[in-house]
């Protein structure tokens, strides 16, 4: 099997254009030992860059994950998110210390502020260059960003510079960014992490247009919509499977090259924006 494709980061490292979610992993105990194996599968085919939080399971995903590449670091690419809450310098610093604690690791690759809250950026970004001259993190980031944000963020010494990607919702369904926010953040060469990249799964599911670019590529639906969200460059797709055979199938996307016709009949289904769009969130 080829290499995942991959996407650079600013300062030229790059990573897979396909990685893996863990929002509702270490929830049941019961489940753990699958979605262990289901990330380590991943791993194995590529999937690399692994996006979890200190919100999911409350601390119990960034467990799995800890266990997952336990024995594996060097392969891995984590990334992490912490609460707006927890956006001040001192709160950062002690968030990012059991986030280590939880992943067993001794450096988080991402570190991403998970929505915007109370606290002012400048406070956060002061945060970022402890945690970055600490080297308790590589590459700091923001999550749920909309282009004002992004502005905002940019205004400030160093904001744009120190922040590396912006982790938005982004699917077939929900396609906003498309507008403006995906532009922006191409001209200033940063990626965008798309999540929920397969609706909650609902694109599996899905009728019509999808079944048919899947048909001529002897795919499946899900497949041709993880191939939709990184078709260009610039785009990083984390869908999350606990399930052996969805990380397969999802590995199976990074492969399929959709052609001017399929992109045009998922267009006439699936519009672009014909204007700004508020940034949807989860
Ligand atoms: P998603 O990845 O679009 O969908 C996950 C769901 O789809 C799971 O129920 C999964 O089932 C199912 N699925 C995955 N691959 C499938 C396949 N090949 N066929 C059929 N079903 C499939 O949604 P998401 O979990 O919301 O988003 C992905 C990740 O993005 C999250 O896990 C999280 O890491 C991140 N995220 C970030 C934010 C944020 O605010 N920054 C918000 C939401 C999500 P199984 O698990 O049973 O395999």
Redesign the pocket.
């Known amino acids: 099997m080829p290499r995942i494709r991959s996407t650079t980061l600013p300062g030229g490292e790059t990573v897979p254009v396909l990685g893996q979610?863990?929002?509702?992993?270490g929830e049941d105990p019961n489940k753990r030992k699958d979605e262990v194996a289901?990330l380590r599968a991943g791993i194995e085919l590529g999937m690399t860059l692994i996006?979890?939080?200190e919100m999911?399971a409350d601390g119990g995903a960034e467990r799995v994950v800890g266990e997952a590449i336990a024995g594996r670091r060097d392969q891995v690419f984590v990334v992490t998110?912490f609460y707006p809450q927890n956006a001040t310098r001192e709160r950062m610093a002690a968030a990012c210390d059991r986030s280590l604690r939880r992943l067993n690791i001794e450096q988080i690759d991402l570190y991403?502020l998970?929505?915007r809250g109370e606290v002012p950026l400048k406070a956060t970004l002061a945060g970022f260059d402890d945690l970055l001259g600490a080297r308790k993190i590589r590459y700091a980031g923001v999550?749920?960003f909309d282009v004002d944000d992004m502005e905002e963020l940019a205004r400030l010494k160093g904001g744009v510079e120190r922040i590396v990607t912006n982790?938005?919702?982004y699917?077939l369904e929900r396609r906003g960014i498309d507008w403006d926010l995906l532009p922006w953040m191409r001209k200033r060469h940063r990626p965008i992490i798309a999540?929920?990249?397969?609706?909650?799964?609902l694109?599996?599911h899905a009728q019509h247009v999808l079944k048919r670019v899947a048909e001529r590529h002897d795919a499946?639906p899900?497949?041709i919509a993880l191939a939709w969200v990184v078709r260009e460059d610039g785009v990083i797709a984390?869908?999350?499977?606990?399930?052996p055979?969805?990380?397969r199938?999802?590995r199976g996307a990074a492969d399929i090259k959709l052609t001017k016709r399929d992109l045009e009949e998922l267009d006439e289904s699936f519009p672009p924006p014909e204007g700004k769009k508020p940034l949807e969130?989860?």
Do not use: C, F
């Open positions: 979610g863990t929002w509702r992993m289901a996006d979890t939080a999911y998110k991403l998970h929505w999550s749920n982790q938005v919702l699917n999540y929920s990249p397969v609706e909650e799964g694109l599996a499946t899900v497949q984390i869908p999350k499977a606990a399930d055979k969805h990380v199938e999802n969130m989860r």
